[in-house]
């Protein structure tokens, strides 16, 4: 077993855990029920009366439906991200923009993803991904808010309106909303794209437990990590005392 | 006129009852979209506030609102020039014209200082100084500053006042720009459309005339009261949106049979006006009962979302037209097959730093 002399470090909490696959199944949905909104690609049920139809098969109104629910799950979800950031220094994926040291391990991994090194150094939080992490919620936020200044304007004396509804207005028109909301979509694909493919190789080629690590919360490495500090020197100590856990 | 008297004045001018008189301001509430609650006000406010004087402008465009304005029914727009405002300059409706008029003009300006409501139709031009749009002579927007001055408010009319219009389209070559990025420091109104329902035009200047001020607004500085909802949710076709029921070609069976425009371009879910509601030419029609999806003749730079036709622009790509859904297909796969080559060239690189280490180190697996 290649576990064997490897050391237990335990990274994420459960509420990021969590939140991480209520973040995958709710774009999922989001993405798939979106594409039939902006095009409604496959007929409806057409043939009856209206009256009949909107709640038989899937019509638009279910769609919507879906639509709009899933969206609320995603946002809400996000109650989760932000508890496991307070409790958990593992969860504090922000990365160090501010050390020099961050700009160093970025470097290496960055050489070896472009086949320069064989290896890169061992970390628990690739500096690489953190930095796609910070491009994902902000593409995560343009969605939302986004998402609300369309759904809210339904009401538009209502507070949801008055809080979201001056987004289409800064953006120029609501039309230029649609189309923000529907092309950040699509690069929030090209993200998933990428990272499973990302998580998937880091699993190949280092079997760390990149990938089991969302749903076990540890990784195993042979190596003392270069990013150990960041989870380590904490005041929490459930923290402290769970990383030094060693399976042999 | 003088523009000093009321409402109810004019009627006991002319001898008309008192009942038909109070038949006028529940008409008016309800046009206002007022609650029937606010009828005691419309009264009181009808028989006390002076008609306003009005001074009409027009600019950089096609004067359509002015035809529309013209067609209003609900209250006639004969009724709202001759009886409700004292509209002392007008361009295109008066029949005065020349040097005489021009000095009228200049007269109101100064008679009504401060008090008089101008209603302003058209973009303004800033390009080269001004030349590309002159007006009695001088630059439109010399002109308009100079009627600003001395203005109570400004009303917005149409779509080029309130945001630019077709003629600041991309690449917007005589730099037309609204009126309120000319005119400040004034109360100002923006009634958008193109052009605006002639009901609405007409909803706010009364409502400018029984209250003496501007009606309630949105964010955007639109009358609440015909701006607040989106056609689309306002929409007669709605039912057939929410079932899934969609015209795809102006002549197939769905266009016939009623069913909604969505996916013809309609941008009824984007755009805020009463045309689902109020309708056009009295509760005649809308385009979208007509048949024909909206434009969004009433929001912003709805000049440059074409194709109108389409549900997503077209974005043009070396000779052809394309759209978000196909680049994101595109762009997709190529991130798969990017992908895809990297993780095969990963087994290369990995399958290589194992011999290595077998070399270095002899022996431990990695
Ligand atoms: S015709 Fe246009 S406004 Fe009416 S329901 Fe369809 S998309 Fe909405």
Known sequence: MERGHSKQYY??????????????????????????????????????????????????????????????IFTVSFI???????????????????????????????????????????????????????????MVFIEIITGFAMYTMIKPNSWGAKIYGPVNQL?????????????????????????????????????????????????????????????????????????????? | MDGKDSLWGLFQQRGLSRRSFLKVCMTITGILGLSPAMLPK??????????????????????????????????LASDVLLN????????TLSAAAGEPFEHHLEEVMKRYEGKYLLAVEGGVSTGNEGTFCMVGGKPFVAALKEAARGAAAVLEIGSCAAWGGVQAAKPNPTNTVAVHTVVSGKPIIKIPGCPPIPEVLTGVVMHYAMFGQLPPVDSQGRPKQFYGNRIHDTCYRRPFFNSGMFAEQFDDAGSKAGWCLYKLGCRGPETYNSCGNLRWWNGLSYPIQSGHGCIGCSSN????????????????????????????LVVGGAAVAGVAAHGALSVLQKSKRRSGEHEEVGGPKA
Not at chain 1, 84 to 112: A, I, S, T
Not at chain 2, 311 to 321: D, E, F, L, S
């Open chain 1, 11 to 72: 990274v994420f909490s459960p509420f990021l855990r969590i939140f991480h696959w209520l973040m995958v199944l709710s774009i999922v949905t989001l993405f798939t029920t979106g594409l039939y909104i902006g095009d409604p690609f496959f007929i409806g049920s057409q043939g009856l009366e209206p009256t009949y139809a909107v709640t038989g098969r899937l019509s638009m109104e279910i769609m919507r439906f879906i639509h709009f629910a899933a969206a609320y």
């Open chain 2, 84 to 91: 409700m405002i004292s509209l002392e300059y007008s361009d």
């Open chain 2, 301 to 328: 730079g709805f000049w440059d979302n074409d194709h109108f036709y389409d549900r997503m622009p077209g974005i043009p790509v070396a000779k052809t037209i394309t759209n978000a859904d196909t680049i994101g």
């Open chain 1, 80 to 138: 989760l991200r932000a508890y496991g950031f307070w409790r958990n220094k593992g969860d504090r994926l922000f990365p160090h923009f501010w050390k020099k040291q961050y700009y160093e391990d970025l470097l290496d991994v960055f050489l070896h993803y472009t086949f320069i090194k064989s290896s890169h150094k061992p970390c628990l939080r690739n500096p690489l991904a953190r930095a796609s992490y910070v491009a994902l919620y902000f």
């Open chain 1, 171 to 248: 953006l120029g028109d609501e039309y230029t909303v649609h189309i923000i909301h529907h092309y950040v979509a699509w690069l929030i694909i090209l993200f998933a794209i990428v990272h499973v493919y990302m998580a998937a190789r880091a699993d190949f080629m280092d079997r760390e437990g990149e990938i089991s690590s969302m749903f076990s919360g540890v990784k195993f490495l042979p190596h003392e990590p270069v990013d150990i500090g960041d989870i380590t020197d904490g005041k929490d100590s459930s923290v402290r005392d769970r990383k030094h856990s060693i399976t042999g």
């Open chain 2, 42 to 75: 419309v009264v009181s406010a009808a028989e006390q506030n002076p008609l306003p004087v009005v001074v009409w402008l027009h600019g950089h465009e096609c004067t359509g609102c002015d035809e529309s304005f013209i067609r209003s029914q609900s209250p």
